[in-house]
């Protein structure tokens, strides 16, 4: 029995036994260079599209990130149909620009995007708090809006334990998917990232995305899925993490991965 | 202090910080298959040919073996400069084609070629046993000429303190770089076998080469030499194992990794 577990957002699967889908972040701090950088990065054809609100100069205006996520969205329907798109507010502690927001702000944010209908998916950090994570669910939920729980590490790579622990935070606060990013310092601290991402994809039930950043954690942006990431992140325009590769040069290692490993990863494979 | 373990064949270095030595296998069953199989390898510019002895039909002809190996080195001066030769006999029972040799003539054949002057590298199994190994050790030794200690699993996986144990009987054999080759039945297998190649990279005094064999297990064809694998058997014209994948897709991969994990391993990543 194939117990995966699937999320389809805008007709796109997270979970599934395929090639990883592909997000682009978007970076610009205000809607002229947001407008640049999406015309950039749609042409790469990503699965879906970060926008980074941290990195947004009026992220204190609601009205504001309403508006442009309107205007995202647009575009986005004009220029290559629906793609669901990925609101993030990470924290400066979790590797985020600084912006100027409490925690409850960011909630009240969310909530704001969530009521307006602009968005598919939030990232929230696991590290915000049960209680601001229950709120940012519950409206989520209200509004049919996917919640991703996350965690980021940018001094180091937990143990083992310490990442399934990440992970099963998440799934017991209700997150639709968790994301974990780590710092390899050495080898076998990608290899670390990549067991435990494996022991995550078969225990859990939603779906898992880790990342290993930094260069040569580059390398689980490209072969974390075949160990059950469901995401990886790759820059369309520019990059918003460290070790973010092109998408171009990221579909072409996809693509020779995909054919040498004969295109879906079996059950026998990843349960 | 850099204490990797190099070794150097006409100018090609196994056991560095860069990429891998690709190897490009020649299966032809005769002098003019072998001809044909060459002008097709080469412009693929691979870094070392390898020719498997156990595919030629008149194998048992040592004469004809010196003879053909002769006009290989010649037409591959001709083509492109030098480049190792390595030649491999791979027993019945190791993944290779049937031949009619005893495992005292295989050594009479090594001792042939060595003899010969025709060869840069040999691929002699550990599991020929200590005395033929001993006996293929000194002639090689006395010629020049180098010898990769190997052994293959086509059936799974061993644990890892197993194939540690492989390592270190070729070290301890005497051999000048150590070679395994295992199937995976699971994604924990690949793994294994990373985990292992980089023990293998950092306690060794000899450079060794790793390989996950099948679909799934090609990925560490492509990434092997992040963990410290020295070479990568790919397909210039045939393949000589399961999950080899064509040269000019590899050296693709091989070079976006290149530049996103910024050309070479340090020395923090692999001692």
């Known amino acids: 029995m194939d117990k995966q577990p699937i999320l389809k957002v805008r007709g796109k699967e997270f979970g599934g036994r395929g090639l990883p889908l592909i997000c682009a972040p978007l970076v610009g701090e205000n809607a002229e260079a947001l407008k640049r950088e999406l015309e950039k990065v749609l042409p790469q054809e990503p699965d879906l599209l970060e926008w980074r609100l941290d990195f947004f100069d009026s992220v204190r205006d609601f009205d504001a990130v309403v508006r442009v996520a309107q205007t995202l969205r647009r575009r986005v329907g004009r220029l290559v149909g629906e793609l669901p798109l990925l609101f993030t507010i990470r924290s400066e502690k979790e590797g985020g620009h600084p912006i100027p927001l409490t925690s409850e702000e960011r909630v009240g944010l969310y909530e704001a995007v969530c009521q307006?209908?602009?968005?598919?998916?939030?990232?929230?950090?696991?590290?915000?708090?049960?209680?601001?994570?229950?709120?940012?669910?519950?409206?989520?939920r209200r509004h049919g809006v996917k919640l991703m729980g996350s965690f980021h590490d940018f001094a180091g790579t937990p143990a083992p334990e310490q990442i399934m622990a990440k992970f099963r935070q998440g799934e017991r606060m209700g997150a639709d998917l968790v994301k974990v990013a780590v710092m390899p310092q050495t080898a076998e601290d990608v290899l670390t990232l990549l067991q435990v991402t494996l022991e995550g994809r078969k225990s859990l039930t939603i779906p898992v995305i880790t990342v290993a950043m930094g260069n040569y954690g580059s390398l689980t942006r490209m072969c974390g899925w075949v160990f059950g990431s469901s995401v990886t992140f790759a820059m369309g325009e520019n990059s918003?993490?460290?070790g973010q590769i092109p998408i171009d040069?990221?579909?072409t290692v996809l693509k020779v991965m995909q054919k040498a490993l004969g295109g879906y990863l079996s059950e026998s494979w990843i349960p």
Not at 116 to 140: C, H, I, K, Y
Request: net charge negative.
């Open 116 to 140: 307006a209908g602009v968005v598919d998916l939030l990232d929230f950090e696991l590290g915000e708090g049960e209680e601001n994570f229950r709120r940012v669910r519950e409206t989520s």
């Open 240 to 242: 918003s993490a460290p």
């Open 249 to 251: 040069e990221l579909k």
